[in-house]
């Protein structure tokens, strides 16, 4: 038995995110935070040979809550959430990263 689901690439991460939804155990409108945190990831390039990514940056912040539609303090609760399940990580010097890609920045 196949199991295939077609997606377009506007919207990969929010279904891949589902799938894992029965491990990480997100609410609907943590889904489309971590979905826009993804994106933001996985779009990011360097201006400057010496850039480090923190994805969870000041424009980076509007931007998630302009596209998740979610107000300040949903975001910094989804976040401590994200961080509590191990999903996101505060480096030692305030960036913040996707746990996945730790091994990048050593």
Do not use: C, H
């Given at each position: 038995m196949y199991l295939?689901?077609?997606v377009?690439?506007n919207?990969?991460t929010r279904?891949?995110?589902?799938v894992l939804?029965?491990?990480?155990?997100?609410?609907?409108?943590?889904?489309?935070?971590?979905?826009?945190l993804?994106?933001?990831d996985?779009a990011?390039?360097?201006k400057l040979?010496n850039?480090?990514k923190?994805?969870?940056s000041?424009?980076?912040?509007?931007l998630?809550?302009?596209?998740?539609?979610i107000s300040k303090?949903?975001?910094?609760?989804?976040?401590k959430k994200?961080i509590s399940?191990g999903?996101?990580?505060?480096l030692?010097?305030?960036r913040?990263?996707?746990?996945?890609?730790e091994?990048?920045?050593n």
């Open positions: 295939r689901k077609f377009t690439r919207n990969f279904v891949y995110i589902t939804n029965g491990l990480l155990q997100l609410t609907p409108r943590e889904i489309d935070v971590f979905s826009v993804m994106q933001i996985l990011w390039q360097p040979p850039d480090l923190n994805i969870m000041t424009d980076n912040r509007r998630i809550m302009k596209e998740a539609n303090a949903n975001l910094t609760r989804a976040v994200f399940i999903i996101v990580e505060i030692p010097d305030g913040y990263i996707i746990r996945a890609y091994a990048y920045y």
